[in-house]
């Protein structure tokens, strides 16, 4: 099984700051990871797909980057609306995994 | 566009069963892989389970041990998760979500969640 170990676990954000998280694999899963955010009470929403692809609909502050074992997800300009978590996932084999999450919150 | 309505969720007695539903409308249901994942009360989410477009590959989370099946009815665009022996560990949110393909990938879209909480 792959195991995404996603870092921070949290993180609290002044809007207008820039937000990094990183997802690291357990083994390389060439650009086979995705992103979604997940408001409370919401189901996930795809952000990112394939490393670095924006899904549609998605503002263009949130981009994504990375191949093989580390990616990074970043919000260049947080708004208050961006308080969620986020969840990075992987498709390269089965059984499909997701990461711990990572909960941000606006200062 | 692309609506998922999940249902058959409730309270249930741990060692029974359920059987959940998501029917599907917005697009062609029929050619798309669809997936089962579920998150636990204040926890990260889980994937439980894929079938494939026509429903003939059904893959599932090692977790589950055999209790759980997929199943599809691409006449009624339905979409199925039988939960059996069912334990407290299993009470959580299950979304079905479309996959981007025909066999699994990622999930594009999902629906809002039918909730299962498994207690005595």
């Known amino acids: 099984e792959i195991v995404l170990t996603q870092s921070p676990d949290f993180q609290s954000v002044t809007p207008g700051e820039k937000v990094t998280i990183t997802c690291r694999a357990s083994q390389s899963i060439s650009n086979a990871l995705h992103w979604y955010q997940q408001k409370p009470h919401q189901p996930p929403r795809l952000l990112i797909k394939?490393?670095?692809q924006s899904f549609s609909g998605v503002p263009s502050r949130f981009s994504g980057s990375g191949s093989g074992t580390e990616f990074t997800l970043t919000i260049n300009g947080l708004e208050a609306e961006d308080a969620a978590t986020y969840y990075c996932?992987?498709?390269?084999?089965?059984?499909?995994?997701f990461g711990g999450g990572t909960k941000v919150e606006i200062k | 566009q692309v609506h998922l309505v999940e249902s058959g969720g409730g309270v249930v007695q741990p060692g029974r069963s359920l059987r959940l539903s998501c029917t599907a409308s917005?697009?062609?249901?029929?050619?798309?892989?669809m997936h089962w994942v579920r998150q636990a009360p204040g926890k990260g989410l889980e994937w439980v389970a894929v079938?494939?477009?026509?429903?003939?590959?059904?893959y599932y989370s090692d977790s589950l041990k055999g209790r759980f099946t997929i199943s599809r009815d691409n006449s009624k665009n339905m979409l199925y998760l039988q939960l059996n022996s069912l334990r407290v560990e299993d009470s959580a949110i299950y979304y079905c979500?479309?996959?981007?393909?025909?066999?699994?990938?990622?999930?594009?879209?999902g629906g809002q969640g039918t909730p299962v909480t498994v207690s005595s």
């Open positions: 917005g697009f062609t249901f029929s050619t798309y892989a």
């Open positions: 079938i494939s477009d026509d429903g003939n590959k059904k």
């Open positions: 394939i490393a670095s």
């Open positions: 996932h992987q498709s390269s084999s089965l059984p499909l995994t």
């Open positions: 979500a479309r996959d981007v393909g025909k066999l699994w990938n990622y999930f594009d879209y």
